[in-house]
């Protein structure tokens, strides 16, 4: 069983929807909690970083984390065609070399 | 500034080859990490440099990966005797340190084929 799992997808909806992505974990020593947005053929840039339980707003994404379920999600409001992409959730535990483990990706497609 | 740079782009190989892939961090960032990210898999850790040193190496999947840093600054990974389940997308990130979590920066990554 993989640490961090996340449903690949792909996941497909119209302009203007709410979209909500999510993961789970086993290792309860995680801490440090992220997201990370890939585009076709480019490297992960980073979303959303949160540390501990709790939420997290950037404009129109949200972060949220239940350390107690071992669940993270990313919400994205009045999703855009430019959000169409693949999301990556990363963890890291404290004391640890800063290596993240990562979730599969899933992949996002927002029609016009 | 500059980001993380990462050479070759592509990289198209025969199977038993050695293969040198390249990453330039950006400048001033002493931890640097390589990655790999298979077809269906979601990024993998397999390395990790403070300066010059790998105290984690502990994601390389076998004896034929190497890595090295040199000057604090460029790392190259090297792939000996290539195998076709090694044909991925390795990517290399930087960040200014390890303490605190800091923000790790990706570069494109070289996608590697080993036919």
């Known amino acids: 069983q993989k640490e961090v799992e996340q449903d690949p997808g792909p996941l497909s909806v119209p302009e203007g929807a709410i979209v909500s992505l999510n993961c789970t974990y086993s290792?309860?020593?995680?801490?440090?909690f992220m997201w990370y947005r890939q585009y076709s053929r480019k490297g992960p840039e980073l979303l959303m970083y949160?540390?501990?339980?709790g939420n997290k707003e950037d404009g129109r994404f949200t972060a949220q984390v239940d350390k107690s379920s071992k669940y993270i999600s990313l919400f994205i409001r009045d999703s855009q065609p430019s959000d169409s992409a693949t999301y990556l959730c990363?963890?890291?535990?404290?004391?640890?070399?800063?290596?993240?483990?990562f979730g599969q990706g899933t992949t996002l497609q927002v029609k016009p | 500034g500059a980001g993380v740079s990462q050479s070759p782009s592509n990289k198209v190989t025969e199977k038993g080859k050695d293969v040198e892939l390249r990453c330039d961090p950006i400048?001033?960032?002493?931890?640097l990490y390589w990655y790999r990210q298979s077809l269906g898999q979601g990024l993998e850790f397999l390395i990790y440099?403070?300066?010059?040193?790998?105290?984690?190496k502990s994601g390389l999947p076998s004896d034929r990966f190497s890595a090295e840093r040199t000057g604090g600054s460029v790392s190259t990974l090297t792939i000996q005797r290539t195998q076709q389940e090694d044909s991925a997308v390795y990517l290399c990130?930087?960040?200014?340190?390890?303490?605190?979590?800091?923000?790790?920066?990706f570069g494109p990554g070289t996608r590697l084929l080993v036919l």
């Open positions: 990130a930087s960040s200014l340190a390890r303490e605190y979590q800091e923000t790790q920066y």
């Open positions: 290792n309860s020593a995680f801490q440090y």
């Open positions: 949160t540390y501990s339980s």
């Open positions: 400048s001033g960032h002493t931890a």
């Open positions: 990363a963890m890291y535990r404290s004391g640890n070399t800063g290596k993240l483990i």
């Open positions: 440099f403070q300066g010059n040193s790998a105290p984690d």
